[in-house]
């Protein structure tokens, strides 16, 4: 069983930064492929950032040049560094771990960005 913990959101003005935080346990980030989503309500869960185990990366369209995922095997755990936000980017963020079969997800972490 992997847990995640997601921290690092917040309410923050257009044009600011977060920095999102997704510490794993009982799993290593390094061997499975880590991903962010967001959320929306009455909206399906989208891919936002990707990162393989080989630390191959991509991104959704509407992040690139923003957004930054990486990876510190050290702390086992994966951020995703968030730049000049917009209000659209405003959702609940969730960190998924996903190796062969097994696929697990945190609770979530809000982050709110006002205009």
């Known amino acids: 069983q992997v847990h995640l913990v997601e921290s690092g959101g917040g309410l923050v003005q257009a044009g600011g930064s977060l920095r999102l935080s997704c510490a794993a346990s009982?799993?290593?980030?390094?061997?499975?492929?880590m991903i962010w989503y967001r959320q929306v309500p009455g909206k399906q869960r989208d891919l936002v950032a990707r990162?393989?185990?080989?630390?191959?990366?991509d991104y959704v369209d509407s992040v690139k040049g923003r957004f930054t995922i990486s990876r510190d095997s050290a702390e086992n755990t994966v951020y995703l560094q968030m730049n000049n936000l917009k209000p659209e980017d405003t959702a609940v963020y969730y960190c998924?771990?996903?190796?062969?079969?097994?696929?697990?997800w945190g609770q979530g972490t809000q982050v709110t960005v006002s205009s």
């Open positions: 998924n771990y996903h190796r062969g079969i097994e696929d697990f």
């Open positions: 009982g799993g290593s980030v390094s061997l499975a492929t």
């Open positions: 990162m393989s185990r080989n630390s191959d990366t």
